[in-house]
T-cell receptor, first 114, second 108 residues
Framework: DAGITQSPRHKVTETGTPVTLRCHQT?????MYWYRQDPGHGLRLIHY???????DKGEVSDGYSVSRSKTEDFLLTLESATSSQTSVYFC?????????????FGEGSWLTVV | GIQVEQSPPDLILQEGANSTLRCNFS?????LQWFHQNPWGQLINLFY???GTKQNGRLSATTVATERYSLLYISSSQTTDSGVYFC??????????FGSGTRLQVQP
């Protein structure tokens, strides 16, 4: 258990509304990630963070923003949710500096946009 | 970007059988990790294996980085081994790139 908590775990929202997913970790890891998982696409990186206020885009970042004001929290925001953002969202942490170290995932957040 | 291909895409086994899952990657990598996603969606890290062979109980993994592939062996499979197995590679760009997975179903 890497001490990762995602919230909410399940959410249904309407098209056009903003949504924020929270990832909270208790072990002071510097690197944190947001992935989305869709059938036929596996896991794709949305954004990642390598420190407080240090973030960078992944391969599917359009329509998403992130913030990291504290080491323990990494927030993913959908500014105006669309049906194409219906997905399972996973937060992850790296035990060391970057992906060259063991990666652990949170339990996932199921988001449905109707 | 790097391509990560896993085979077979689907696999059905009888309990007690052995299996080998393969992960091929198209470029040099710094490390490779194997994950198991159980039927409830939880992703568990199985191995961190940039090269060589590691074993953990009935599971073992081998990575041959120079030939750009990794293998995951499951021996004496159990129904609890069911789920999706992902390999993921690190190319030094700070985040992992995942394959599309092998879906394993172990029947009693």
């Amino acid at each position: 258990d890497a001490g990762i908590t995602q919230s909410p775990r399940h959410k249904v929202t309407e098209t056009g509304t903003p949504v924020t997913l929270r990832c909270h970790q208790t072990e002071n890891h510097r690197y944190m990630y947001w992935y989305r998982q869709d059938p036929g696409h596996g896991l794709r990186l949305i954004h990642y963070s390598y420190g407080v206020k240090d973030t960078d885009k992944g391969e599917v970042s359009d329509g998403y923003s992130v913030s990291r004001s504290k080491t323990e929290d990494f927030l993913l925001t959908l500014e105006s949710a669309t049906s194409s953002q219906t997905s399972v969202y996973f937060c992850a942490i790296s035990q060391g500096e970057g992906s060259g170290n063991t990666i652990y995932f949170g339990e996932g957040s199921w988001l449905t946009v109707v | 970007g790097i391509q990560v291909e896993q085979s077979p895409p689907d696999l059905i086994l009888q309990e007690g059988a052995n299996s080998t899952l393969r992960c091929n990657f198209s470029d040099s990598v710094n490390n490779l990790q194997w994950f198991h996603q159980n039927p409830w969606g939880q992703l568990i890290n199985l191995f961190y294996i940039p090269s060589g062979t590691k074993q953990n109980g009935r599971l073992s993994a081998t990575t041959v980085a120079t030939e750009r592939y990794s293998l995951l062996y499951i021996s004496s499979s159990q129904t609890t081994d069911s789920g999706v197995y992902f390999c993921a590679v690190d190319t030094g760009r700070r985040a992992l790139t995942f394959g599309s997975g092998t879906r394993l179903q172990v029947q009693p």
